[in-house]
């Protein structure tokens, strides 16, 4: 099992990065949580990984947190959650409001991400409720968290978008943009899609 990777950045995209280890480029799946804290293209980076093993294929998960690696591999073990539904959660919720949601039984809010239905929103509350709070980052009180402002979201965006390479200032511009009107409920996930479609324009 490859637990982690470090080496440079050679290339970045919405979902995926490529880091060169040793003369061999990796492509490394990630969160927009996980791109947002990775360096600019050319820069090194470390990344802990979980490495999924298929006969068709072998696929590379990276995490900027020993955190958001622990929440991933709990999502994967829910009854249908696959990887890619596992990295649309952390791309959407911090393993931290991951908890805080599951703790309150918000299924309402889980069923915002995208892919995830009320079946199985119900699912990972149930299955992952025990688990979560255990964890050091979960909340020992059941509260349901505040959304945050669209403000905060924009800045998610933001830096995501730096980190695809644009200038902060467009990526700034793009990101409000992208924001205002959308309300907090949105995903950052859909804010940086709809933030790329802009920049296109």
């Known amino acids: 099992m490859i637990a982690s990777v470090r080496g440079v950045i050679r290339e970045?995209?919405?979902?995926?990065?490529?880091?060169?280890?040793?003369?061999?480029?990796?492509?490394v799946q990630v969160s927009l949580h996980t791109l947002a804290e990775l360096p600019q293209q050319?820069?090194?980076a470390r990344?802990?990984?979980?490495?999924?093993v298929r006969e068709?294929?072998?696929t590379l998960f990276g995490f900027a947190s020993a955190e958001e690696r622990?929440?991933?591999?709990?999502?994967?073990?829910?009854?249908q959650v696959g990887p890619k539904l596992a990295m649309s959660v952390l791309s959407t919720m911090t393993p931290q409001e991951l908890a805080d949601a599951v703790a309150a039984e918000?299924?309402?809010?889980l069923r915002k991400i995208p892919g995830v239905g009320?079946?199985?929103?119900?699912?990972?509350?149930?299955?992952?409720?025990?688990?979560l709070a255990k964890l050091p980052f979960a909340r020992t009180a059941a509260v349901k968290p505040a959304e945050p402002p669209a403000s905060a979201l924009a800045a998610q965006v933001a830096s995501a978008l730096v980190n695809l390479g644009y200038k902060p200032a467009e990526a700034a511009r793009a990101a409000?943009?992208?924001?205002?009107?959308?309300?907090?409920?949105?995903?950052?996930?859909?804010?940086?899609r709809k933030a790329l479609r802009t920049l296109a324009e």
């Open 12 to 27: 970045k995209s919405v979902d995926h990065v490529i880091v060169e280890v040793g003369g061999v480029g990796l492509r």
């Open 42 to 44: 050319g820069g090194e």
């Open 47 to 52: 990344l802990l990984t979980f490495l999924q």
């Open 56 to 58: 068709d294929a072998l």
């Open 70 to 79: 622990t929440a991933f591999e709990l999502c994967i073990g829910v009854q």
């Open 106 to 109: 918000d299924t309402a809010r």
């Open 118 to 131: 009320g079946k199985t929103a119900e699912r990972l509350v149930l299955e992952l409720r025990d688990k």
């Open 176 to 192: 409000e943009s992208a924001a205002n009107g959308a309300g907090s409920a949105v995903s950052v996930a859909d804010l940086v």
